[in-house]
């Protein structure tokens, strides 16, 4: 069965700073995605970034970057000049082509002014 | 505007009885998803159906049934079998395949 490690259940970085969230994740499968999603308060389930493993590019948007290491089965997230907003529970996720969805547990992240 | 809308946002329910939990999209996914999040525990999933009148269980199906009888609709029932239903219940749906979830609101179910 796949799964899906987070091993940091709580974080914290000061505003304007760099964090990093860890993932790590078993397959077998040489093909499947990969997913950050942010939940805010209020619980909405935001999508933040996500990475196809047949590309070796790391996916950037804006602030958030990732560090996809296939081999290692790695899937890190880099926020930087973190912001206020940006506190939340933050979930890896992977996908299987074709299938189901497995999420890690979270990492809950602070920002401190 | 496209989306997932999941109804009631608040749902409370009395010892033996069955409740249901309402999943509406409109972004033309052919899967869609249940999930129950407990704190300290992510993402568990309950069902997921990939196709109309189809559907497999999840994780923690027991105490739980869902229908998919329109592409647009996934409606969850937590009968009195589910010994400990108080979590947050979130719906999902997705192209088949390839590519993200997206998630409604959410309903927060709670035991009295």
């Known amino acids: 069965a796949q799964t899906v490690t987070q091993s940091q259940p709580e974080m914290s970085v000061q505003e304007a700073e760099t964090v990093t969230l860890s993932c790590t994740y078993d397959t077998s499968e040489s093909d499947y995605y990969l997913f950050w999603y942010k939940q805010p308060p209020s619980r909405q389930m935001i999508l933040v970034i996500r990475q196809e493993a047949y590309k070796q590019q790391n996916a950037t948007e804006n602030r958030f970057s990732v560090n996809f290491q296939k081999a290692a089965k790695s899937f890190s997230l880099k926020i930087s000049d973190s912001q206020l907003g940006d506190a939340a529970m933050y979930f890896c996720?992977?996908?299987?082509?074709?299938?189901?969805?497995?999420f890690g547990t979270g990492t809950s992240l602070t920002v401190i002014p | 505007d496209g989306g997932i809308t999941q109804s009631p946002k608040y749902l409370f329910r009395k010892e033996g009885q069955n409740v249901t939990l309402s999943c509406e999209q409109n972004l033309n996914h052919d899967a869609m998803y249940w999930y129950r999040q407990d704190p300290g525990q992510g993402l568990r999933l309950i069902y997921y159906?990939?196709?109309?009148?189809?559907?497999q269980k999840g994780d923690i199906a027991e105490g739980y049934s869902v229908s998919r009888e329109k592409k647009e609709s996934f409606p969850l029932t937590v009968t009195s079998a589910q010994k400990n239903p108080t979590a947050f219940y979130l719906c999902?749906?997705?192209?088949f395949g390839q590519g993200e979830a997206f998630f409604g609101q959410g309903t927060r179910l709670t035991v009295v």
């Open positions: 999902a749906s997705s192209t």
């Open positions: 159906s990939q196709i109309v009148n189809d559907f």
């Open positions: 996720a992977y996908r299987r082509t074709g299938n189901q969805f497995y």
